[in-house]
């Protein structure tokens, strides 16, 4: 009887989250949408910033493909720019899915490529996204592919029961629609230009980076190292248990993620997030304080060896902190079973907000602020 009333309590608070637009300001809280995105000034002031020159509308029009009418594509459809319809995953859990490609010029002359894959926050889209990296996929330290997946949201919203936010991300001890996403492109990338095993990364902001942490979590045999803004690892139950409860629910009860394996490929994460009280989701009664996760994940991630650089821009919702070519040099530097970071024994220049750790630190557990009396954090 128990369980049908909490199922009946539950399923009643996802149905008026459903009817009601989430996207908009509530009665309870301010709703902190990922559409905000803001990025780094930094990384507007570099020279070599996205221009209009390098992913131009008119490119971006000619690279779309238009036809809503056109069947699901194959990988040997895939091209530079926007791909529709691709068909992720196999079987009954086969789903089209869009992303872009963004190619180094010479994509040609040799076999064996770095790939990152970088995921969109909440609201926001992989045309708007792409400018986070896409200028540097022809850089000198390590020329890349650059894969820009598109969301879902017309499935993995939320609904009864509740499935994600954009991303397939609440329930995960079944499978993943971005596992599937990212196991199929990258089988398309390697057989279409070849895929340097050594070093395919992910990257991310806010919903986009809880989506490549359960990437993470779940391929840790694929992945050489990760770079989130705003993520969180709803693995980890102090995460799940920051989330709060409503209507005396546990929302960190909703989500259902596999732990990791006990023995998995130790890879380095750069964990970036804003000030406590400023970098924050909110939506319908519950909100995720991306600052909190952050430490929390730092803790989780190194009591299980991994490497964490942990960051703290000290700003609102966004990307800030890191310009796109500390996060290139980083993924340069972190190849697959890389597992001492070369960042332990000193941080590059420019990463003066950051702190190097390989082991968990104590937090007050007194209190809902995170003791960062002795962090070596410095202020922007």
């Known amino acids: 009887m128990k369980k049908f009333m909490f199922l009946m309590v539950l399923l009643s608070f996802f149905f008026a989250v459903s009817c009601g637009d989430d996207k908009k300001e509530s009665n309870d809280s301010e709703v902190v949408t990922d559409d905000q995105y803001v990025p780094d000034e930094d990384i507007e002031a570099e020279d070599d910033a996205v221009n209009d020159d390098a992913v131009t509308e008119e490119e971006n029009e000619i690279d779309e ?191 259902s993620w596999p732990d990791f394996e006990a023995e998995h490929n130790k890879y380095t994460q750069v964990l970036i997030s804003g000030a406590e009280g400023k970098d924050t989701w909110s939506t319908s009664g519950f909100t995720i304080e991306f600052k909190h996760m952050a430490v929390f994940d730092a803790n989780y991630l190194t009591a299980m060896g991994h490497n964490v650089i942990l960051c703290d821009h000290q700003g609102s919702h966004k990307i800030a902190g890191l310009t796109r070519k500390d996060l290139v040099q980083f993924f340069s530097d972190h190849p697959f079973g890389t597992e001492v970071s070369p960042y332990k024994d000193g941080l590059p220049t420019g990463w003066d907000i950051c702190e190097y750790r390989d082991q968990p630190v104590e937090l007050d557990d007194d209190s809902d602020v995170i003791d960062d009396s002795d962090s070596e954090v410095s202020d922007l």
Not at 96 to 106: A, M, Y
Not at 185 to 197: A, H, N, T
Not at 200 to 208: C, D, K, N, Q, W
Not at 227 to 254: C, H, K, W
Request: with cysteine.
């Open 65 to 255: 493909i238009t036809d809503e009418e056109a069947g699901p594509i194959t990988c040997a459809d895939v091209a530079e720019g926007m791909n529709k319809k691709f068909m992720a995953g196999s079987g009954e859990t086969a789903l089209e899915r869009d992303f872009i490609v963004r190619l180094p010029q010479n994509v040609d002359s040799k076999e064996g490529w770095p790939v990152v894959f970088l995921f969109h926050g909440y609201g926001d889209s992989a045309t708007n996204f792409e400018s986070v990296l896409a200028a540097e996929v022809d850089n000198s330290t390590m020329p890349f592919i650059l894969i820009v997946p598109e969301a879902r949201a017309d499935i993995f919203t939320f609904g009864v029961p509740p499935k994600g936010l954009d991303w397939d991300m609440i329930v995960l001890e079944d499978g993943s629609a971005e596992v599937d996403l990212f196991d199929s492109v990258l089988e398309c990338i390697d057989s279409r230009w070849g895929v340097d095993d050594t070093h395919i990364h992910l990257a991310g902001f806010s919903a986009g980076s809880i989506t490549s942490d359960s990437i993470a979590l779940m391929r840790p045999d694929k992945i050489a190292s990760v770079a989130t803004y705003s993520g969180a690892y709803f693995s980890n139950p102090d995460n799940r248990e920051d989330l709060g409860q409503i209507m005396g629910m546990n929302v960190g009860d909703f989500f």
